[in-house]
């Protein structure tokens, strides 16, 4: 009877990490056992409340680790790109002001020419905030940066439903680049990832298709060769790479759903996003799953 | 900065470990006699509260005994654990001493 009883109460304690069970599985078993008395199984309340016990060291487990995690140095690297990667989505009000400048003139209405500039100007400064080690500032800027952003545009002249999805990728960047700047370790990890030249690499890529999109080639043309660079930059063959590939596939794949031109294009335009989504879980799939061992906690047993 | 208040179950498992080292199971049944059976601790809050208990450094293991093939680790307090413990203790101190002095002067029971 004991033994069946102690193989279902060692079943529950799989919930705790395997760090934690390496130290204090026996003993809490030798407390559940003497406790149980003549059960043959755990009671309801017991096992509720050992799933929680783990569920809690889990995660003071995973607070602890994470600013040594791949996690957190692929958040760094979120926060250097958002910024760069930020500015095709700006490039159409840039657009429109060009015009009016190269005409020696200025927009009677501003805002109705270019309406998200506030929104712009506020991811400037949560941009220079961010490069500038303040993350927290950074992120309080970019928080509602990005709402206002969705906001503006779908109040703007272009109000309409197709407006809200076209913004939803910038949108989306934008919220990332806020979560990075609160929870990752500050841009210079992510360059000490990425290294100067891939950065290099990424900005001349943003630009060539910022000039793309001022030109007026088609967005798939003009931004076609960036997702390829990032990717590529990212270095996916680590564990922190495969991070911020998968991090970045969520507003990548955002943007490939706004690529359709036609009704025709709709089918491949999803059929495109759902792989890139997939190759999104992949990745996270290889960097999350279990069995690695949690990192022993810092404390030492006289 | 003020410290954050402590939970009850943290302060019944410092106040059980105050006058000697203790087991888990020992402590199980030290904060219910402490409590009049009004806490029990089940084996899951216990050592969720004795891992941040340990992390704060208001805990330490004293030693390890094997009784019929199990393992037991003994707690004690540290320093810090005393004193926060003692200060913790003053503070339940003061504020049931001002409820009951406020309920005598509004003429209620004591």
Do not use: K
């Amino acid at each position: 009877v004991t033994g069946a009883l102690e193989r279902r109460y060692r079943r529950l304690l799989a919930c705790y990490p395997w760090a934690y069970r390496q130290e204090h599985e026996e003993e809490m078993l030798g407390v559940l056992l003497a406790g149980a008395g003549g059960r043959r199984r755990p009671g309801l309340r017991d096992s509720a409340d050992l799933i929680l016990g783990g569920v809690r060291i889990r995660a003071r487990y995973a607070a602890r680790s994470f600013p040594d995690s791949s996690l957190a140095a692929a958040l760094a690297v979120v926060l250097l790109l958002v910024p760069v990667l930020l500015l095709p989505g700006a490039a159409p009000g840039l657009h429109e002001i060009a015009w009016w400048l190269r005409h020696d003139r200025l927009p009677t209405n501003f805002l109705l020419t270019f309406p998200a500039a506030p929104v712009w100007s506020f991811w400037l400064v949560a941009a220079i905030l961010g490069l500038l080690g303040r993350r927290r500032a950074a992120a309080v800027v970019a928080v509602p940066a990005g709402l206002l952003l969705a906001l503006s545009l779908t109040l703007g002249p272009q109000n309409s439903l197709l407006a809200l999805e076209e913004v939803a990728p910038w949108v989306l960047l934008s919220l990332l680049g806020a979560v990075a700047g609160a929870a990752s370790p500050g841009a210079r990890r992510g360059l000490a990832h990425l290294g100067p030249a891939r950065y290099a690499a990424v900005v001349l890529a943003t630009v060539l298709a910022v000039g793309c999109q001022l030109q007026g080639f088609h967005r798939l043309t003009a931004l076609g060769l960036l997702p390829v660079v990032v990717l590529l930059a990212c270095r996916p063959g680590t564990p922190t790479g495969r991070w911020a590939v998968a991090l970045l596939a969520l507003p990548g794949t955002a943007y490939l759903i706004t690529l359709r031109d036609a009704r025709s294009d709709l089918a491949v335009s999803y059929g495109v996003a759902a792989v890139v989504a997939v190759v999104a879980a992949c990745l996270l799939w290889t960097v999350t799953r279990p069995g690695r061992p949690a990192p022993a906690a810092d404390r030492s047993t006289p | 900065m003020t410290e954050r208040r402590m939970q009850e179950p943290s302060f019944l498992i410092l106040t059980a470990l105050a006058a000697a080292p203790l087991h888990g199971y020992g402590i199980m049944a030290e904060v219910a006699s402490i409590s009049s059976g009004r806490v029990r601790l089940r084996a899951g809050t216990l050592y969720a509260a004795l891992d941040r208990l340990r992390t704060d450094g208001l805990i330490e293991v004293d030693r390890e005994d094997v009784v019929d093939t199990r393992l037991r680790r003994f707690y004690r307090l540290t320093p810090d654990g005393s004193r926060r413990l003692a200060a913790e203790a003053e503070l339940l101190r003061h504020n049931a001493d001002a409820a009951v002095r406020r309920l005598r002067l509004a003429g209620g029971t004591t």
